[in-house]
Structure formats: C-alpha cells, structure tokens
C-alpha cells in the first residue's frame, strides 16, 4: 500500500514472522516510515505544536472557569457539569495522544513498541467517544431547557448527570477494551502519523466492529445532535419573527422629513390661494 495516502503500509522487516502477526502487520522495530518531505515535516511540526499548546492552554482555562463558578454559586449545572467533561477530554487528546503524533512525526516512523501503538489507538477510540457522546448530553440538554422548559428540572437533575456521564466513559472504556485487547484491531497510519482501529481489514469480527463503531458511536450521535439543533433553532426563529412584528405593528407612525425645497414650494402655493 502506499503509504502517502494516510493508509497503513506493510512494514519492511528482516523476516516474514515479523511482517505478519494474525493477518495484519506490525508496528515496532520494523514500523513503516511516515513519508513527509523536509517543508511538510516542518510544517506539519509547527502545526502539531501550535494545536497542542492552543488546546492545552484553552481547555485549562474551561475546567478553571468552570470551576471556580461552581465554587461560587455552589449551585450543580448540569451544562458545565457536562462542558467539563468535555474539556477534559479534550486536554487529554491534546496531552496524551498528539505528543505520539508528534514524535512519530519528527522521527519519521512509530518510535514506540507494538503495545504502545495499540494503547495509542485503544485511547484514540475511547477519548473520540466520549467526546462526541458528551457532545451529544450537551445538545440534548439544550433543547430540553428551550423547547420543553417545563420538563427540564424533573428530568435534568444532578443524579441523572453523574449516571449519564458514568455511562459515557464506561461505553467508551468498554469499547475500546473490545478494540485492542479482544479484536486486536489496530494499525499505525503513516500519511497521519498516528494509531487508529484498522478500518482496512477484511476480517468479519473486526470489520463488523469498525461499523457498529461507526454508525453507533459517531454517525447516529451527530445526526441526533443536529436533529437536537434544529429543533432548539426553530422556536428560537419563530420567537424572534414574532417579536419583530409586535414591534412594527406598535411602532408609532414617523412623519416624513420635509427638505427646504419642499418648505418653500408649499408657501408659495399657499400664497397663491390667498392671493385668489
């Protein structure tokens, strides 16, 4: 395969045991190198490096505000409650995982052994996951607070919250223990520097999982997100049409400004009655 296009490669090892461990290649002293020129590997480090610092710095801040506003108003909010969640969710991809990308990106190749590129994709897996699922409790929340208010406090309460972000990280531990320890599903991409679930084999369990993955964990919680969106977007619309009209009808009616020449044409007209 080549390696160019972001796909995983087969590895150029010194004997055919370590090109092929159960149908799939392997990552550790025989990696496939990350192919990147001299421009684009600068490049490509000076973005890594300003991404990394930008979602540090940021997402420290959001746990601190956070914080320090629940201290505060010693008041539960389950929209920073959640918030939070996904910020450190965020610090983490940014602390754990783009360091990986960025050293394999400097070295050329997968620097670390076999078990750290399969915990690299099993983190991938498990933090890409609870993002998207926190995401979702987010834009759920919403629209119960602004389309269905007299259901928002029966049924967002501080419990639900902490069972609901349990669940979260527990669906995305699970899955990410199925990934790597049970299915063995992982490959280093060279065109991306890092170590995802391997979204080109050909094995049942494995492809069966990849789509389950897909489709489960991240189509159907965008789509919900954006059905979620529209529906808080449109009483918002209809709310602000509303208004604007109340406003128009209750506005009071503005005399037309007269200009000098308009003054003047006027006395002169009626003169010229009195005058008849």
């Not at 990552?27 to 890594?48: H, K, M």
């Not at 994709?121 to 759920?140: D, E, G, M, R, Y």
């Not at 902490?162 to 223990?177: P, R």
């Not at 069966?208 to 009483?235: Q, T």
Request: net charge positive; glycine share 4%.
């Amino acid at each position: 395969m080549n390696a160019t296009d972001g796909s995983p490669t087969t590895p150029n090892c010194t004997s055919s045991d370590d090109a092929d461990v159960g149908g799939r290649s392997t990552i550790g002293a025989c990696a496939p190198s990350v192919v990147f020129g001299d421009a684009e590997q600068i490049v490509a480090e000076a973005y890594l490096t300003v991404v990394l610092a930008a979602s540090v710095l940021c997402n420290i801040v959001v746990v601190w505000a956070i914080n320090t506003t629940l201290k505060k108003r010693r008041l539960f909010r389950p929209n920073l409650f959640i918030i939070g969640h996904v910020a450190v969710t965020d610090l983490a991809t940014a602390v754990i995982c783009l360091p990986l990308v960025q050293a394999a990106t400097a070295v050329g190749r997968w620097p670390f052994s076999a078990s750290a590129c399969a915990a690299s994709a099993a983190l991938n897996t498990l933090l890409v996951t609870a993002s998207v699922l926190c995401i979702l409790a987010v834009s759920v929340k919403r629209y119960f607070l602004i389309v269905r208010p007299h259901q928002y406090k029966p049924l967002v309460t501080k419990r639900r919250c902490v069972i609901a972000v349990v669940e979260m990280w527990s669906v995305s531990v699970a899955l990410a223990i199925v990934q790597v320890v049970v299915l063995d599903n992982w490959a280093f991409y060279p065109g991306c520097a890092m170590c995802f679930m391997d979204w080109q084999t050909r094995a049942a369990p494995k492809l069966a999982f990849n789509i389950a993955h897909f489709v489960l964990c991240l189509l159907l919680p965008l789509g919900l997100l954006l059905i979620a969106d529209i529906l808080v977007v449109r009483p918002l619309v209809a709310t602000t049409r509303t208004r604007c009209a109340c406003r128009r009808s209750t506005a009071p009616t503005a005399k037309r400004p007269t200009t000098a020449a308009s003054s003047a044409t006027i006395s002169t007209f009626r003169r010229g009655i009195r005058r008849r």
